[in-house]
């Protein structure tokens, strides 16, 4: 799909338009404001230096939101490799590893079951999940009824589901596990 990330206008217009609200969502991740903006800052200089070679098959904003996600994910995932350098015994540092290692691996696939989505439903998707529209507020925006809106969530839902497979279950128990010992510090 051909970007408009190449065209400066178009490229400021987006960094304006985008720039707080990525810096919000990379903070729900890195938990530091001054982290996230930077994680973002990074985002939009890599995104500007590698405009021509960009090969996105989704749209700006999508591929924007995706870029800074897995950038803090690449940060929390440096940051713990140096607390297990700093503590080797350190069995926190290992499972959390192990468990961003997996996350990529669930991130590609959530990518390519919304990839394969088709895309008005995609589109439907992404407005209820990555801008907490409400859908009635999606039906309007998109001009269709509010029980079409709901029909193709479920429909997406559905897929990316079936495409998750045995990872649904796996991450669910892992964040169990997380949420215990963020709770009482060990297992």
């Not at 400066?8 to 985008?18: A, G, S, T, V």
């Not at 690449?74 to 069995?91: D, P």
């Not at 991130?107 to 801008?131: G, H, T, V, W």
Request: proline share 1%; aromatic share 12%.
């Amino acid at each position: 799909m051909k970007t408009t990330f190449s065209d400066p206008i178009r490229f400021e217009m987006l960094y304006k338009q985008y720039f707080s609200v990525l810096v919000g969502f990379a903070f729900q991740y890195v938990e530091n404001s001054d982290i996230a903006e930077d994680v973002v800052q990074e985002v939009f200089s890599k995104v500007w230096n590698n405009a021509k070679n960009l090969d996105i098959r989704t749209n700006e904003k999508s591929y924007l939101f995706g870029a800074v996600r897995n950038a803090c994910l690449n940060h929390l995932r440096h940051e713990g490799v140096k607390r297990e350098h700093a503590s080797e015994t350190s069995r926190q540092g290992f499972i959390e590893q192990e468990a961003f290692l997996e996350m990529d691996e669930l991130q590609e696939k959530i990518n390519k079951a919304l990839d394969d989505l088709p895309e008005k439903r995609r589109q439907i998707f992404e407005l209820s999940r990555f801008e907490d529209k409400k859908y009635h507020e999606i039906a309007k925006e998109l001009n269709l009824s509010v029980k079409t809106v709901e029909t193709q969530m479920s429909r997406a839902l559905k897929a990316i589901r079936e495409a998750l497979g045995s990872y649904l279950l796996y991450f669910f128990l892992l964040s169990l596990v997380f949420l215990t010992e963020g709770c009482s510090g060990r297992i």
